[in-house]
């Protein structure tokens, strides 16, 4: 492909000596760094931290001209932090580092362009994918074309060429994903995904091609069974896992067989979890048994998803059944889940199942547990009194009350909700969001704006709502603000307030701390279910890390629970307050590094980019669809058995650095 003389002009500017002397009168300079003992990290160039400021600052145009740099790790360093910018003035500037002479910064600079995704640099990237010298290139490449692709462009990524069709196909398959992961698709690039699930295929082509066919939304899979039940026989689980996930796009009662062979036998269990999703309503009947098995599996990942399946699919089943099953079973989440099973199917025994649940909640002790009970009792209205007295319960742990109000949002969502008490319903919100609790506020308000529920009618004046937003502390309480904020919005018709993100400012990096933190700094967190190591990522995410150290230094950790596990996605934890509302009162700015969420990514939770504080995750398994979304500030290096054990209520005793 030849381009127009103007792109060729472009992506021949670096090469231009005169250009580099006019276009930065004021470069940066590569300073000497005042002498150190040791340097443990890289931060002890100053011009490395330079560039790190103007990123944490989202400074685009401090940042510009150090591309021009003659020094490669400081026209690398200053790609990659674009990518957490995203800002579209630095699209053209980074596209001659396309043909960079530092193979790291080639990579660097399809990584920014990736990241800040904006559909002019379609064609640029295409170019250099056909002549990229290497795998590893074409493959950043053709993300960063996956980003940046509408459904046009997308075409772009498997066009005819000469090269050998297994040297793209990783590139073209993760291209694929990064595409689908935005809705951008077609017949076209369904199909090629499909071939690209070949097992003669590499590996990374064959889980880029599976990520993509499991992830992409809305699509119809039917006519490419075969070939996804030919993928859950791949010798690599993360494969088998997709595959599955994918046949649950499949109409087909078919499936039911091979869904059912994966939960019964397969060895791992995210590829059990990932069928047993698979499964719904439509193949109830084929599957139940298989699903009852399940409940008893020795991976609770695998027993809770089973529940959850029941909760979701069950049908013209008796609700005493569900009864029988959760007394049977130990695991506390498993039962609460199929309690709630039981309330939601109801029928004659409806009445003795809910005082089952109620009992059960008046002799827990464990506050998940109770909170998990309300989220039961949320499947029947007739438990409202009881709920709503549990959720504002004088004394009781915070979580108790953020549960007992998703599940009173929960019943005045169901269609058996009695008319009659909708009114008492609006004044229980009002009461929610005059009570100061962040997360009671947080849920009340979004059920006022919730259309279906058409509350506007019943509270039209959000006065109320002002006062108690008024009252809250930003940052700490953004999740909050967000949400009382967009229901004033929403009930005095106006557009969408902006979100008021926190300035570097108000919190920089503290160099002093990141220069004392080892470049392979290691930490023990120590835990209910065992001990897990991490390694920190302070040269990718100095920010995040400091802020990470200087808290487990003071032992903020100590004593927090994990509070929200999902099966084969995360186990989170580090939450002030123990629900997932709790911050620090400073936030962090997104730290987007060239790294990817494989099994054991450690990252940090956010209400949105640039609004981390102190909650972090750990990956289960591979979550590509978090690459570049969310911060990653360390690995799993030991304990990963550890991790697939930890549940909600599990506890982090405390955390220790170590050499």
């Given amino acids: 492909m030849t381009y127009p003389a103007s792109l060729r002009v472009l992506l021949g500017l670096c090469c231009s000596a005169s250009l580099f002397t006019a276009c930065t009168p004021s470069s940066p300079t590569t300073a000497a760094t005042a002498p150190?003992?040791?340097?443990?990290?890289?931060?002890?160039?100053?011009?490395?931290?330079?560039?790190?400021?103007?990123?944490?600052?989202?400074?685009?145009?401090?940042?510009?001209?150090?591309?021009?740099?003659?020094?490669?790790?400081?026209?690398?360093?200053?790609?990659?932090?674009?990518?957490?910018v995203q800002d579209k003035a630095a699209t053209q500037p980074l596209l001659p580092l396309l043909k960079d002479t530092d193979a790291a910064t080639r990579r660097a600079a399809a990584y920014a362009l990736g990241q800040i995704g904006d559909s002019t640099a379609v064609e640029p990237l295409a170019y250099y994918i056909v002549t990229a010298p290497t795998p590893v290139q074409r493959r950043y490449l053709s993300e960063a074309l996956g980003r940046c692709a509408t459904r046009t462009s997308l075409r772009m990524l498997w066009r005819s060429a000469a090269t050998p069709d297994t040297i793209l196909s990783a590139g073209q398959a993760w291209g694929l994903f990064r595409a689908g992961s935005r809705?951008?698709?077609?017949?076209?690039?369904?199909?090629?995904?499909?071939?690209?699930?070949?097992?003669?295929?590499?590996?990374?082509?064959?889980?880029?091609?599976?990520?993509?066919?499991?992830?992409?939304?809305?699509?119809?899979?039917?006519?490419?069974?075969?070939?996804?039940v030919t993928?859950?026989?791949?010798?690599?689980?993360?494969?088998?896992?997709?595959?599955?996930?994918?046949?649950?796009?499949?109409?087909?009662?078919?499936?039911?067989?091979?869904?059912?062979?994966?939960?019964?036998?397969?060895?791992?269990?995210?590829?059990?979890?990932?069928?047993?999703?698979?499964?719904?309503?439509?193949?109830?009947?084929?599957?139940?048994?298989?699903?009852?098995?399940?409940?008893?599996?020795?991976?609770?990942?695998?027993?809770?998803t089973a529940a959850e399946f029941f909760l979701t699919h069950a049908t013209g089943e008796p609700g005493i059944l569900f009864l029988e099953k959760a007394n049977k079973i130990s695991n506390w989440r498993v039962r609460s889940t199929l309690l709630a099973a039981a309330l939601k199917l109801g029928g004659a025994e409806r009445n003795a199942i809910r005082t089952a649940v109620q009992q059960r909640y008046s002799a827990a002790t464990d506050p998940y547990e109770k909170g998990y009970l309300l989220k039961a009792l949320g499947e029947d209205p007739a438990a409202y009194e009881f709920v709503e007295q549990a959720t504002f319960a004088p004394g009781q742990p915070l979580v108790v009350g953020s549960y007992g109000m998703e599940a009173l949002v929960a019943m005045r969502r169901l269609s058996a909700f009695p008319e009659a008490q909708q009114?008492?319903?609006?004044?229980?919100?009002?009461?929610?969001?005059?009570?100061?609790?962040?997360?009671?506020?947080?849920?009340?308000a979004e059920a006022l704006r919730d259309p279906q529920l058409d509350l506007r009618r019943l509270l039209p004046n959000p006065d109320f709502i002002v006062a108690a937003r008024d009252k809250l502390v930003l940052p700490r309480d953004l999740e909050a603000w967000?949400?009382?904020?967009?229901?004033?919005?929403?009930?005095?018709?106006?557009?969408?307030?902006?979100?008021?993100?926190?300035?570097?400012?108000?919190?920089?990096?503290?160099?002093?701390?990141?220069?004392?933190?080892?470049?392979?700094?290691?930490?023990?967190?120590?835990?209910?279910?065992?001990?897990?190591?991490?390694?920190?990522?302070?040269?990718?995410?100095?920010?995040?890390?400091?802020?990470?150290?200087?808290?487990?230094?003071?032992?903020?950790?100590?004593?927090?629970?994990?509070?929200?596990?999902?099966?084969?996605?995360?186990?989170?934890?580090g939450c002030p307050r123990g629900d997932g509302s709790g911050s620090t009162d400073y936030n962090l700015r997104s730290e987007f590094g060239d790294l990817h969420y494989g099994e054991g990514a450690v990252g940090l939770a956010s209400a949105g980019k640039d609004t981390e504080s102190c909650q972090w995750f750990i990956t289960h398994a591979p979550t590509p669809h978090l690459d570049g979304r969310y911060t990653i500030f360390a690995q799993v290096v030991q304990g990963m058995d550890v991790v697939q054990r930890l549940d909600i209520g599990d506890k982090i005793t405390r955390i220790d650095l170590i050499r």
């Fill in 36 to 84: 150190v003992a040791v340097a443990l990290n890289r931060f002890a160039d100053a011009t490395l931290r330079q560039i790190a400021t103007a990123q944490d600052e989202r400074n685009t145009t401090a940042l510009l001209p150090y591309l021009l740099s003659p020094e490669a790790r400081y026209r690398q360093a200053a790609a990659l932090a674009l990518a957490s």
């Fill in 183 to 228: 809705g951008i698709t077609s017949e076209a690039a369904v199909a090629r995904a499909v071939a690209l699930l070949e097992a003669r295929q590499p590996l990374a082509a064959r889980q880029g091609a599976a990520f993509t066919l499991a992830r992409t939304p809305r699509l119809d899979l039917t006519a490419y069974q075969s070939a996804l």
């Fill in 231 to 304: 993928a859950t026989t791949d010798s690599d689980p993360t494969v088998r896992a997709m595959a599955a996930s994918a046949l649950g796009k499949v109409k087909s009662s078919g499936v039911a067989a091979i869904l059912t062979t994966l939960a019964r036998r397969d060895a791992d269990h995210r590829v059990r979890v990932s069928a047993l999703r698979a499964m719904n309503a439509t193949i109830y009947a084929p599957v139940k048994e298989t699903v009852w098995q399940a409940l008893t599996d020795p991976s609770s990942q695998v027993a809770v």
């Fill in 423 to 444: 009114a008492a319903f609006a004044l229980t919100l009002r009461r929610a969001l005059a009570g100061g609790d962040v997360t009671v506020m947080s849920t009340a």
């Fill in 482 to 573: 967000q949400s009382l904020q967009q229901t004033i919005d929403y009930l005095q018709k106006i557009p969408a307030t902006p979100v008021p993100v926190a300035k570097a400012a108000s919190h920089p990096i503290d160099w002093a701390v990141v220069q004392t933190i080892p470049a392979r700094q290691r930490v023990i967190v120590h835990t209910t279910q065992g001990d897990v190591t991490m390694q920190l990522h302070v040269e990718d995410a100095p920010g995040s890390v400091s802020s990470f150290v200087q808290l487990v230094q003071q032992g903020f950790y100590n004593g927090r629970f994990f509070h929200r596990v999902v099966p084969n996605f995360v186990a989170q934890g």
